[in-house]
């Protein structure tokens, strides 16, 4: 896909202005965060759980070389094949090279972000093999030539009417606005693809290093589909998809469904052990694990940084932060968006194009408290913006002189109580001419006219806080 | 060359991690050992069919509680005629031979699609299209999870992975005494289920919400998912 992560402004401005896309953000957040929240609170142990699944994350993050052998020797050992990618280009050759050793002309696709992040579809056309989204969302936008918007919903950004059109368009069906029907259009095309593709490919929500178990969790049934029809199974992973034991899969399959959309399970989840067996009656007769790299093993020198590397993308995070809920997926310019977008994308793409998005958060912290693996984000996102600060210190990330100037002052006023209290007073005596109603609306002048350009300032209260503690002390 | 790009990534993990070892040595020694809290065990199995029931239907499944042989018959040959069933895909489960389905879609003259053995590439691909046009899919389930109400069907010689999956309409026969609390306690105890290339959870038909957020039902698996609970032992 094309990375627009430095145009981050632009996108940004270009969201916040398409009506249709606000609306569907507002709803698709909004009823996400609602059943999450239902889901949650019906489980009293939950905040153990995620304990426990930040300890589970953080000891396979810290043993990965050691974990990663051990699951790839598993895979062998039950009959599969283990590729290793160090970055996309390999990735995508390894999949070409298998699809040609196979005489394989189309491939279904189950939802993987790490495919879309090595840009596996393009590279597949490109070598003339068909790649076929089969997730209902990620069909859409393939149609369409759009990115993804959402990690759980890739096509929230699409009204059915808009659907409608594109479906009569690219499948020749009758134009419908009925929802059902334009489901059972795509249920019948793609049942074709599946039995027509030589090779399912999919991503991994988990790896277990103990039994070679790739764990896949869905609701659709396109990833059974996937990885049952085709006579080759190709499951695509980061390196950081690795747990180590089995038993913790008891701790993930009850954080992840609810998180992601709130259910208790997942309408389907399959835990793949290898290839068919020689006695089972269906199955590929073939299963290769790409494991993949592209900048991961970097992440990990930092150790508070690396924790962006616990990641389960469940899309919790991103339906609660406010400021996805206003500019949306696509803003983000790449694969990774919301506030695990913000963490992890410019350590993948580096600060010289990822630099601004640590800056686009209020360091709320409802991502964290959102987070099944209780990722700190406000501690991750200072992190970077120190980074971006120590790594741009000329440019400083479009800051300006001015603004430069104004933190220095600011800090200086800070430092001292006495200047503190003067420039509270100070402060108190100017705002007068701008105040109405409590509010300051409008100040001609910088630093604060960039502020009331798009918002409301309060006003200072008449007399300070201290004031009126001091004296209701007195009266006492 | 694949050695070494596996030693390039391998090498590279080590070398990160290790800056960090400097600075604190939790992470390389980290317990990690996941003693997860397993929900109580103490409901009795009564309690923990309905729990499963009720869950199960509330994602869009219908649950029989079959409390007689001729009862699970009944509704067996009910979803049969139903949806006029001529070609049903039949999977080999024990539970399945003992409950005499097949006399059933016999009588009902369906023909039976049965799970081809240690099939051919040819073989295997005239499955999956014989597969495509089946009205019913009938498998058994070798466990039940009632936290959730998800069916655990783990493939061998007598279970597939696609005869629950092609077909438009599932029905499943799952004994009673094999409903488990949760995923936990699956998980904990069910370590033998590794013998199988995939373990199949299902929890109700397949789903869908990427158009504006409406639940659709049967968008790629099956649109109906019906379960039948022996629980006929009691006498
Ligand atoms: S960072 Fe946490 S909340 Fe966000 S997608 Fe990943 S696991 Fe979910």
Redesign the pocket.
């Known amino acids: 896909m094309e990375i627009t992560t430095d145009r981050f402004a632009e996108n940004i401005r270009r969201a916040l202005v398409d009506e249709s896309l606000q609306q569907a953000l507002r709803t698709a957040t909004t009823k996400f965060t609602f059943v999450r929240h239902l889901a949650v609170t019906q489980m009293p142990d939950w905040e153990a759980l995620r304990e426990q699944a930040e300890r589970i994350k953080r000891h396979a993050i810290g043993h990965l070389d050691t974990l990663l052998e051990q699951f790839a020797d598993r895979i062998t050992a039950l009959g599969g094949h283990v590729h290793w990618a160090p970055d996309a280009e390999t990735a995508c050759q390894i999949v070409i090279d298998l699809a040609r050793r196979h005489g394989v002309t189309s491939a279904v696709k189950a939802k993987s972000m790490m495919a879309e992040e090595i840009g596996l579809n393009e590279a597949l056309e490109r070598a003339g093999i068909t790649p076929v989204e089969t997730d209902l969302g990620e069909y859409i936008i393939q149609l369409a030539h759009e990115p993804p918007s959402h ?1 759980i919903a890739p096509a929230i950004h699409k009204s059915k009417r808009q659907i409608a059109e594109l479906f009569a368009e690219k499948l020749g069906i009758p134009p419908t606005d009925d929802i059902q029907e334009l489901t059972a259009a795509a249920r019948r095309t793609l049942r074709e693809k599946f039995f027509g593709a030589g090779m399912g490919i999919t991503g991994v929500n988990f790896a277990v290093a103990e039994t070679g178990t790739i764990v896949l969790v869905e609701n659709e049934g396109n990833i059974r589909f996937s990885t049952s029809l085709p006579p080759i199974h190709v499951a695509i992973m980061g390196i950081e998809k690795v747990i180590p034991r089995f038993a913790d899969l008891a701790v993930f399959m009850r954080l992840l469904p609810r ?1 992601a959309t709130g259910q208790k399970m997942s309408a389907y989840v399959s835990f793949i052990t290898g290839p068919r067996k020689r006695n089972e009656p269906d199955g590929p007769d073939e299963l290769h694990v790409v494991i993949v790299d592209n900048g991961r093993s970097a992440m990990l020198g930092d150790p508070e940084l690396r924790r962006a590397l616990y ?8 339906n609660v932060c406010p400021v996805y809920r206003k500019i949306g997926g696509h803003a983000y310019g790449w694969v990774y968006s919301g ?2 977008g913000a963490i992890v994308t410019p350590q993948l793409l580096g600060l010289d194009r990822a630099g601004q998005l640590p800056f686009a958060s209020t360091l709320c912290g409802a ?1 964290r408290d ?4 209780r ?1 700190d984000f406000p501690k991750l996102l200072l992190a970077l913006r120190h980074r971006a600060h120590r790594h741009h210190p000329h440019r400083r990330n479009g800051h300006s002189w001015r603004e430069r100037l104004a933190m220095a002052l600011w800090a200086f006023t800070m430092k001292s109580e006495r200047r503190y209290r003067l420039a509270a007073a100070l402060a108190r005596r100017l705002q007068r001419r701008f105040v109405s109603n409590g509010l300051i609306r409008e100040v001609p002048f910088y630093p604060f006219s960039e502020w009331t350009k798009y918002r409301d300032l309060p006003a200072l209260a008449p007399r300070p806080f201290r004031a009126q503690w001091e004296a209701s002390l007195k009266e006492q | 060359m694949v050695d070494e790009r596996k030693r390039a990534i391998l090498t590279s993990i080590g070398e990160n991690l290790r800056i960090q070892r400097t600075g604190s040595e939790s992470d390389r020694e980290g317990p990690g050992a996941a003693t997860m809290p397993v929900s109580s065990r103490d409901a009795d199995q009564e309690a923990r069919v309905q729990k499963f029931a009720e869950e199960l239907t509330a994602v869009g499944a219908r649950v029989f509680l079959a409390r007689t042989r001729e009862g699970a018959h009944h509704y067996v040959k009910e979803v049969i005629d139903h949806h006029r069933a001529r070609r049903v895909a039949l999977s080999a489960a024990p539970v399945l031979a003992e409950l005499e389905i097949e006399a059933l879609i016999r009588a009902a003259h369906g023909d039976i699609i049965r799970l081809p053995r240690t099939p051919s590439f040819d073989e295997l691909k005239e499955y999956k299209r014989r597969l495509m046009e089946a009205d019913l899919g009938i498998t058994g389930a070798a466990c039940g999870l009632a936290e959730s109400g998800t069916l655990v069907l783990l493939t061998s010689e007598t279970e597939g992975r696609l005869a629950s999956l092609l077909p438009p309409v599932h029905l499943a026969v799952l004994n009673a005494s094999y409903i488990l609390p949760g995923v936990a306690e699956f998980i904990a105890e069910t370590r033998s289920s590794l013998r199988s290339s995939d373990i199949i959870f299902i929890t109700g038909p397949s789903r869908t919400a990427d158009i504006e957020l409406t639940l659709t039902v049967g968008v790629h698996g099956p649109k109906e998912l019906h379960v039948v609970v022996l629980a006929m032992n009691s006498e």
Do not use: E
């Open positions: 990690i998180s990641c389960i993308h469940c899309g919790a995070c991103l506030p695990i991502c959102a987070c099944p693996v990722i």
